[in-house]
């Protein structure tokens, strides 16, 4: 089967227009609400999440139908978690979690994805991103719970961002053409 790298029109719309949203949720909540970051890594952490959602909607939104009920919820539950971080920027242990909830939801998605655009590689790997994502979640907040939540945050920060350069550039997750590839 002869493979494309091309996104539907309305992924790249929603995809643009979800991350423009959400940057400027992120300049509103910080200069008209005053909530500051507790530190620069949740800050960073949060850009690098935009950044990483822009390029998983151009990519899933154009392989899943676009009025899928059940992935319209789990998108929905995903947007509460994305608009919520900046509002517990103030609060280490609160952001951290609502990370972890993030990541438990968008692999929960994925997961249940797979009935309605067969598995594949892109799945796979995508399921594999978020699942890790989990368990660097986890161990941050087991780190601020033990009293060092500047350092766990400083180094998850930074793991997340070496994760962005490899997924996003390094070894390109965000493919379709990983869609309609054989797996394995």
């Given at each position: 089967?002869?493979?494309?790298?091309?996104?539907?029109?309305?992924?790249?719309?929603?995809?643009?227009?979800?991350?423009?949203?959400?940057?400027?949720?992120?300049?509103?909540?910080?200069?008209?609400?005053?909530?500051?970051?507790?530190?620069?890594?949740?800050?960073?952490?949060?850009?690098?999440?935009?950044?990483?959602?822009?390029?998983?909607?151009?990519?899933?939104?154009?392989?899943?139908?676009?009025?899928?009920?059940?992935?319209?919820?789990?998108?929905?539950?995903?947007?509460?978690?994305?608009?919520?971080?900046?509002?517990?920027?103030?609060s280490t242990i609160d952001f951290v979690s609502i990370?972890?909830?993030?990541?438990?939801?968008?692999?929960?998605?994925?997961?249940?994805?797979?009935?309605?655009?067969?598995?594949?590689?892109?799945?796979?790997?995508?399921?594999?991103?978020?699942?890790?994502?989990?368990?660097?979640?986890?161990?941050?907040?087991?780190?601020?719970?033990?009293?060092?939540?500047?350092?766990?945050?400083?180094?998850?920060?930074?793991?997340?961002?070496?994760?962005?350069?490899?997924?996003?550039?390094?070894?390109?997750?965000?493919?379709?053409?990983?869609?309609?590839?054989?797996?394995?």
């Amino acid at each position: 089967m002869k493979t494309t790298n091309k996104f539907a029109s309305h992924a790249l719309t929603r995809a643009w227009s979800v991350s423009i949203f959400f940057l400027l949720w992120f300049f509103l909540v910080i200069f008209f609400f005053k909530i500051n970051p507790e530190s620069l890594s949740l800050s960073i952490f949060y850009l690098l999440l935009i950044i990483n959602t822009f390029f998983s909607i151009r990519t899933f939104a154009t392989i899943t139908p676009k009025d899928h009920f059940g992935q319209k919820i789990w998108d929905i539950l995903l947007i509460l978690c994305l608009v919520s971080l900046p509002l517990v920027f103030s609060s280490t242990i609160d952001f951290v979690s609502i990370a972890l909830v993030l990541f438990v939801v968008a692999s929960l998605k994925y997961i249940f994805l797979i009935p309605v655009v067969n598995f594949s590689r892109l799945l796979f790997y995508k399921i594999r991103i978020d699942t890790l994502g989990i368990l660097l979640c986890t161990l941050c907040l087991l780190g601020v719970i033990g009293g060092f939540p500047r350092a766990s945050t400083d180094i998850w920060t930074s793991i997340f961002f070496l994760a962005n350069v490899y997924v996003l550039w390094y070894e390109p997750l965000y493919r379709v053409e990983h869609h309609f590839e054989g797996f394995l």
